[in-house]
Nanobody
Framework: QVQLVESGGGLVQAGGSLRLSCVASGRTFNSYFMAWFRQAPGKEREFVAA????????YYTDSVKGRFTISRDKSKNTVYLEMNNLNPRDTAVYFCARGSYLATAPTTKLHDYGYWGQGTQVTVSS
């Protein structure tokens, strides 16, 4: 059984930083690509960042490039999202997700991720 548990969300002022963590259960964690998505009130869930199983490939949505960094620590079964220079438009519930199949590169498509965490709230005040 795969479980993903996010943490690290909170309230921060514009320009501040947060680091989200996602701890995954399951021995095959290191074989799958991982991603972070977010969902703001009244909006659809959107892709934020993804990382390949090896950690060698990363992808970001344009609005977070240069501000967010996704990484993974295989020894800890953990994926991180370092978020800097936050602005109110980043306010959302952030979800960690695991890919549904084995692949060399991650995807940005929501339907390619079959396992999700419960989410962690990030609120950025102006």
């Amino acid at each position: 059984q795969v479980q993903l548990v996010e943490s690290g969300g909170g309230l921060v002022q514009a320009g501040g930083s947060l680091r989200l963590s996602c701890v995954a259960s399951g021995r095959t964690f290191n074989s799958y690509f991982m991603a972070w998505f977010r969902q703001a009130p009244g909006k659809e869930r959107e892709f934020v960042a993804a990382i390949s199983w090896s950690g060698g490939n990363t992808y970001y949505t344009d609005s977070v490039k240069g501000r967010f960094t996704i990484s993974r620590d295989k020894s800890k079964n953990t994926v991180y999202l370092e978020m800097n220079n936050l602005n109110p438009r980043d306010t959302a519930v952030y979800f960690c997700a695991r890919g549904s199949y084995l692949a060399t590169a991650p995807t940005t498509k929501l339907h390619d991720y079959g396992y999700w965490g419960q989410g962690t709230q990030v609120t950025v005040s102006s």
